[in-house]
């Protein structure tokens, strides 16, 4: 028995040893190249660097279980893109954001201690990671779709984030309580002072320029 475990512990290093000279080689090979790009065509090296910053790798987890099958899987339309989810439970709603480089999975331990407590848990897979459409993706996107799955499924009672999940579910959350925020100050500030018409007028001004500037802020980013 203990023999067997030594063994195992001497393969795991090995494959660790393995695993971290590949990833030096990687990291080395990347730094010569946007090293040499960058003073021939440094524009060119730009946006190579930015799609890289925004190309998430869909890496394979082997140390997390499976969405279960009795799960009600659901597409949910964002933009053009379509994103992956599965619901389970009936109860109040929570719905968990997965982190960068993640995929609904990590998240199935929560979610299902959440549903043996009386809970509808609902799990998804951010753009461009596991099942959902795209290559690339960035913050702004992945708030995007925290809110395109909470309108698809059912507002939730309470919202679980991991990792820049938990950054994009702010991120999400900033988005309505700015926009309805302006337009409460706007109403409070103008009931009796403006004329109702050109209070109405102000008040959707207000929440037209903060959605808008929401919608434009993930336009720059990349894409291939």
């Known amino acids: 028995m203990a023999?067997?475990?030594?063994?195992?512990a001497r393969r795991v290093r090995r494959q660790k040893s393995t695993s971290v000279r590949i990833g030096n080689l990687h990291v080395a090979l990347l730094r010569g190249y946007f090293a040499t790009l960058?003073?021939?065509a440094p524009r060119t090296a730009e946006r190579h660097a930015a799609f890289l910053f925004c190309l998430p790798r869909r890496l394979k987890h082997h140390d997390v279980p499976i969405v279960p099958a009795e799960a009600r899987p659901q597409l949910v339309q964002l933009g053009?893109?379509?994103?992956a989810s599965w619901t389970r439970g009936v109860g109040p709603r929570v719905l968990l954001a997965h982190g960068w480089e993640g995929s609904a999975r990590d998240m199935v331990p929560i979610a299902s201690a959440l549903v043996q407590?009386?809970?509808s848990a609902t799990v998804f897979d951010m753009p461009a990671h596991g099942r959902s459409d795209g290559r690339?993706?960035?913050l702004p996107e992945?708030?995007?779709a925290v809110g395109a799955v909470a309108r698809a499924t059912g507002a939730p009672d309470a919202v679980v984030g991991h990792s820049l999940g938990a950054a994009a579910v702010v991120l999400a959350l900033a988005t309505v309580?700015?926009?309805?925020g302006s337009t409460y100050l706007a109403i409070r500030v103008t009931d009796r002072t403006m004329p109702p018409f050109l209070m109405s007028s102000v008040r959707f001004l207000i929440a037209g320029t903060v959605l808008y500037a929401f919608a434009a802020r993930g336009r720059a980013r990349?894409?291939?």
């Open 80 to 83: 053009s893109r379509r994103i």
């Open 117 to 119: 407590r009386g809970h």
């Open 177 to 180: 309580y700015l926009v309805w």
């Open 3 to 8: 023999t067997t475990v030594a063994r195992r």
């Open 136 to 138: 690339t993706t960035a």
């Open 142 to 144: 992945m708030a995007d």
């Open 38 to 40: 960058a003073r021939a």
């Open 222 to 224: 990349p894409r291939r």
